[in-house]
């Protein structure tokens, strides 16, 4: 699938989980690295992680997928920098919150697996 195709699905299945209006697009941004994101991302993830708090959290179910597939984005534009991995983890004393503890688990990985 090219980045293009990509991007477009990506921005289809952000405009329905955030029940964007129709007719409105979200645009893609492209980084100085040449990288492309969308954005709503941050939005996405965090009604992504609602649904996987509301039991959307096994293997294969969407919200679970996307939050899976926004990690590396959320990485290299920096949301980790702000909130570690750990917070997102540890939740700071906050009522526990599964999804965002995967949210971390998954950052605290990738990040493991593509570090030099």
């Not at 492209?30 to 969308?38: A, E, I, P, R």
């Not at 984005?73 to 920098?81: A, D, E, I, P, S």
């Amino acid at each position: 699938m090219s980045e293009n195709n990509e991007t477009n699905d990506v921005q289809s299945i952000y405009c329905r989980i955030l029940n964007v209006a129709e007719g409105i697009e979200l645009p893609a941004v492209q980084l100085k690295d040449g990288s492309t994101v969308q954005t709503g991302t941050v939005a996405a993830m965090l009604k992504n992680i609602e649904r996987f708090n509301n039991g959307e959290n096994k293997e294969g179910d969407e919200a679970r997928h996307e939050l899976e597939r926004c990690v590396p984005v959320l990485l290299r534009v920096g949301l980790f920098q702000l909130f570690t991995p750990d917070e997102w983890i540890n939740n700071n004393g906050q009522q526990d919150n599964p999804g965002r503890r995967f949210v971390g688990q998954l950052a605290k990985q990738y990040h493991a697996e593509h570090s030099s």
